[in-house]
């Protein structure tokens, strides 16, 4: 029988978030030993046979799901545990890794969302319909080979109606403007809208903080690193000057930004790297808004351009990226831009790490 397993594999506590190129090297390490594996030995010379596995990493470890073919649920979860720490013992650069949860589980959100998305209870096999009658937060189930298909297609689209509810919710605190600034005429496509770019503020909020610990422990600029999250994504001709400290500065704008757009009375951008933030966290959005797949995807761009005629006040952030330096005016200056800018009457008491360095 085929066992679906999720292992989770945690990095040292109190060390630091492993960047991209880090994740990208443990996804690596972890599939160069798991495709080699063939085979794997129980109690009793039991046979448990890897058929398929797929990795994914984040900041402070990895997720392994695998899929193995064993006599009983309890010998694939034993079995998979085992092999991991085996592997993690063998890999120096995972020296003090830990492997967590090693189970065959869902939650009992997940599960449920999954059948009643798509399946009539008759429709379930008796595997399925066995492992169901647990109590608690996690249960265990059986998955046989041929329910495999039909629950993950019924649990991805549990998880799009999920991200599609969580967009909505976010929308209603964009409070800074009005729904018609994003020119859409229904009314739950322009919360999609509002939705997804306060999603894109925070995604923006959370590569920034890799960003700065990047910049920090490398000791260099934006011009001198290649894996980056976001501000490989500003004007790239003052890439030389995208420092640790100046990822720092732009990151307390990134969360006033957030802040502001969840506050009444939007005034146009308080500083030109506000306006560079908003343009990120708009890009952020375009991606979301293409996963859920809420609206078509060649007029995302062009709603979004109708939204900035709105919220940029004028400030035309595009050129810093389209004409050389010599040639932008004083407000766009690299200089300036995190100076409150003065055709905005209401600027708030200014953040101390955006005061001019002495």
Not at 250 to 256: I, M, Y
Request: hydrophobic share 45%.
């Amino acid at each position: 029988m085929e066992y679906q397993l999720t292992a989770e594999l945690a990095s040292p506590p109190g060390t630091p978030d492993l960047d991209p190129l880090q994740q990208v090297g443990v996804m690596s390490l972890l599939d160069d030993r798991l495709n080699h594996l063939v085979s794997i030995e129980g109690p009793d010379g039991v046979e448990i046979i890897p058929v398929e596995h797929s990795l994914e990493a984040h900041l402070s470890g990895a997720v392994v799901n695998w899929l193995l073919d064993a006599p009983a649920l309890v010998l694939a979860e034993e079995a998979a545990r085992a092999v991991l720490e085996q592997l993690v013992d063998e890999i120096d650069l995972l020296e003090d890794w830990e492997v967590k949860h090693c189970a065959v589980t869902a939650t009992d959100d997940q599960l449920e969302s999954a059948l009643a998305a798509s399946m009539d209870p008759d429709e379930l096999s008796d595997n399925l319909l066995a492992g169901l009658g647990a109590a608690g937060d996690m249960r265990t189930f059986l998955i046989g080979a041929e329910d495999t298909d039909e629950i993950q297609a019924a649990v991805q689209k549990a998880e799009l109606a999920d991200r599609r509810s969580r967009l909505l919710h976010k929308g209603e605190c964009l409070r800074a403007f009005d729904l018609s600034v994003f020119g859409e005429s229904d009314e739950v496509k322009a919360r999609y809208l509002a939705g997804a770019l306060l999603h894109g503020v925070r995604m923006l909020t959370d590569e920034l903080v890799s960003d700065v610990q990047l910049l920090d422990d490398e000791e260099a600029t934006v011009d001198e690193v290649e894996a980056l999250w976001a501000l490989d994504e500003l004007p790239p001709q003052y890439a030389d000057r995208y420092s640790a400290l100046f990822a720092k500065r732009f990151l307390v704008v990134a969360s006033v930004l957030g802040h502001r757009l969840t506050q009444e009375d939007w005034n146009g951008p308080l500083c030109v790297a506000e306006a560079l933030a908003l343009r990120i966290a708009e890009s952020r959005a375009e991606v979301e808004l293409d996963l859920t797949e809420v609206l078509e995807a060649d007029r995302v761009s062009g709603i979004f351009s109708v939204f900035n005629s709105h919220a940029l006040g004028g400030l035309d952030s595009d050129l810093l990226y389209e004409i050389p330096e010599s040639e932008v005016d004083a407000e766009l200056a690299f200089a300036n831009w995190f100076r409150p800018r003065t055709e905005t009457s209401r600027t708030p008491a200014w953040h101390p790490y955006l005061l001019d360095e002495e």
